[in-house]
């Protein structure tokens, strides 16, 4: 319907953030406001009702360099400021908190720490994948009995011997579980909480969708069922995480960009 969004063409300013941007970000903030006003306004509230998520957008977004915004561009990223990358998340949120929370969990909670912990042969094997879009990964952490609350995490990871690694366990209300190539898995080992990277198909792995949810309704939502999956540690075992500081620093990672969304959802109420 044309002009049906016309209200959204102009960034509501009330913070007087403007005069604080750079040249770059306000190009940034612009390249993302008129993606969710072209690609994203027009068709999520079919599929926050069919529950879906709209999938087709994903090679776009990579396009325009939306997952892992902060990262270095030789693995295909955009090397953003902080402050931009707030900005992408803010006008994703405007749109819907599905679209922010895929793109959140895909740079924030993938991307991140492959990069921040990973060895470089990791990093060179999924990072461009993922930056681009052909790929994507999710973050297994919250267990149906503890939450978010990595202290009392139930997965178990034990050496087998031979470089690998057996995993039991369950993870609860994981973004993008269903559809993601690669889960950032943690789980409790001899040698503490450890970082580990499965591949969608590994036997023994399943990401059944859960359904019926109240909000969020068109983001793709999974279970991470870990029954015996064995890994090997070179492509599996992320080297630079261990303890709670692995997983905690992917949340403060996360958290940030959430904070930023959580300004553009309000702008979209407000508008």
Known sequence: MPGAYAGFNHFTDYMALEGLLTDEERMVREAAREFVNAEVLPI??????GQTFPSALIPKMGELGFFGPTLPEKYGCAGLSSVAYGLLMYELERGDSGLRSFASVQGSLVMYPIFTYGSEAQKDHWLPK???????GCFGLTEPDFGSNPGGMLTRAERIGGGKWRINGTKMWITNGTVADVAVVWARTEEGIRGFLV????????????????SLRASNTAELVLEDVIVEEDASLLPGAKGLKGPLGCLTQARYGIAWG???AADACYQ
Do not use: R, Y
């Open 44 to 49: 999520i509230e079919g599929h926050a009702q």
């Open 130 to 136: 993922l930056a681009s879009g052909q790929a994507i």
């Open 199 to 214: 591949e969608k198909g590994t036997k023994g792995f399943s990401a059944p969708e859960m359904h019926g949810k109240w």
């Open 262 to 264: 959580v300004l553009g």
